[in-house]
């Protein structure tokens, strides 16, 4: 046949109804067996391949998930997005599901007529998207952002208490002048590891300094730009976290360029526990938040939407934790 062979060639060959034909595809156990033979017999004489999208539409069923990220600069060598990348693909490969990646600027709609379901990864200037999302009843879940007040599932971590937790450690080995590098204060994350960080130092007695607050995005030329402008000053800090381990990997970097000792001049802590920090010139003590479990989790929330089985928790929170490495001691006295 010149054309691309169709389910209606197999039912008239098969002497059998369209119907039928989609039974047996669809291994409905109602179809007798000698219609059952004949239209297996057309399907390899055609070599018919049936439209996965079809079947699954025929089923009321979608078994396409959608990852939506936010674009930003850098994001495929970016830790996160690599780790929630392949959480969602490991989970979709076990449940045999189909991922669709989408990256957006927030601004433009999104098609979600052809997944069924969508995981928001973060939530920078989209709101919208997911807004017109859930309006048409497309099961969604929204990782790294927390949404009370729109009804929608979301799995995060408690960045607030990460940040708690990276001061009070510099503070517990007695560092007194601590500064910071925050994420992308266009981000929830960043907001409450900041809000974290300087409520901690304030309990502690140690108001966060404004000349020790250097506004970040997560990447390492701004941990640059930060650690360089930190030793300019008359009273450099001996403590830093970093809200991200490429930030923290990048102040090493410039203050083993400088001369100068890691963790025995400066004390750093990044945020993440992304494993190449322990191949470094000095393994970076960070905080932990579990990525890959977080995407996998959101995948199996989506499904279970979808398929209406299992239990559905509308929030679940992560909580962080320190993991000590070689790159925070006591200050020198």
Request: with cysteine; proline share 5%.
């Amino acid at each position: 046949m010149k054309n691309k062979p169709s389910i209606n060639d197999v039912a008239q060959r098969a002497k059998v109804s369209i119907t039928t034909v989609s039974r047996v595809i669809n291994n409905v156990p109602t179809v007798i067996a000698k219609n059952r033979i004949r239209v297996e017999e057309a399907i390899a004489f055609y070599k018919f391949r049936p439209n996965v999208s079809a079947q699954r539409l025929a089923r009321g069923q979608n078994n396409s998930i959608g990852l939506v990220m936010p674009g930003y600069p850098g994001i495929f060598h970016s830790f996160y997005a690599v780790e929630l990348i392949r959480g969602v693909g490991h989970a979709c490969e076990i449940l045999h599901l189909d991922m669709v990646f989408h990256i957006t600027n927030g601004l433009n709609p999104i098609n979600v007529h052809n997944v069924g379901g969508v995981i928001f990864a973060d939530v920078i200037e989209n709101r919208r998207q997911i807004e017109a999302a859930l309006a048409i009843g497309v099961p969604c879940i929204v990782i790294n952002h927390k949404m009370d007040d729109v009804d929608v599932a979301y799995i995060a971590v408690d960045n607030f208490n990460g940040g708690a937790i990276a001061g009070d450690y510099l503070v517990s080995l007695g560092h007194q002048r601590i500064a910071t590098i925050t994420g992308n204060l266009n981000t929830q994350a960043g907001n409450q590891r900041l809000q974290g960080f300087e409520d901690l130092l304030k309990k502690k007695g140690l108001p966060l300094r404004k000349e020790y607050v250097y506004e970040g995005d997560y990447s390492r030329r701004c941990a640059r730009c930060a650690a360089e402008q930190f030793l300019k000053l008359p009273e450099p800090p001996t403590g830093i976290f970093a809200a991200s381990d490429e930030m923290a990997l990048e102040v090493i970097e410039v203050m083993l360029e400088r001369g100068l000792r890691v963790p025995e001049d400066v004390s750093i802590i990044g945020f993440d526990d992304n494993p190449v920090c322990l191949f470094g010139p000095v393994a970076l003590t960070t905080i932990k938040q579990p990525l890959f479990q977080m995407a996998e989790n959101a995948v199996r929330h989506v499904h279970a939407l979808i398929t209406g089985k299992g239990a559905v928790k509308k929030k679940t929170i992560f909580v962080p934790e320190l993991i000590v490495r070689e790159s925070c001691s006591s200050p020198k006295p």
